[in-house]
Nanobody, 123 residues
Framework: QVQLVESGGGLVQAGDSLRLSCAASGRTFSYYAVGWFRQAPGKEREFVAV????????TYDDSVKGRFTISRDNSKNTAYLQMNSLKPEDTAVYYCAAAMSSTSRRIESYDYWGQGTQVTVSS
């Protein structure tokens, strides 16, 4: 079992930055790829970014490429999502998730999920 807890969400203005954290406990964090997903009201959960077990490989959705950066510190059992140049369309609940499989955009590939943190971007 892996427990994931997100933090760092909040209410910001367009153009601002936020850094989300995903703290893991339980089984060895470095065994898992970590993904970030988001879900806006009335919409399906969607992929944002993923980082490999060792942190050497990252993938982003086109909607956030160049603005968001995913990273991890396995010594602290924590993953991060640095979000810059935020837009109102980035407003959503952000979830981190852990996958034993290789890095994936697919929700079905993830074994464990956090409870989510709200990010609201005002125009």
């Amino acid at each position: 079992q892996v427990q994931l807890v997100e933090s760092g969400g909040g209410l910001v203005q367009a153009g601002d930055s936020l850094r989300l954290s995903c703290a893991a406990s339980g089984r060895t964090f470095s065994y898992y790829a970590v993904g970030w997903f988001r879900q806006a009201p009335g919409k399906e959960r969607e992929f944002v970014a993923v980082i490999s077990r060792g942190g050497g490989s990252t993938t982003y959705d086109d909607s956030v490429k160049g603005r968001f950066t995913i990273s991890r510190d396995n010594s602290k059992n924590t993953a991060y999502l640095q979000m810059n140049s935020l837009k109102p369309e980035d407003t959503a609940v952000y979830y981190c998730a852990a996958a034993m499989s290789s890095t994936s955009r697919r929700i079905e590939s993830y074994d464990y999920w956090g409870q989510g943190t709200q990010v609201t971007v005002s125009s």
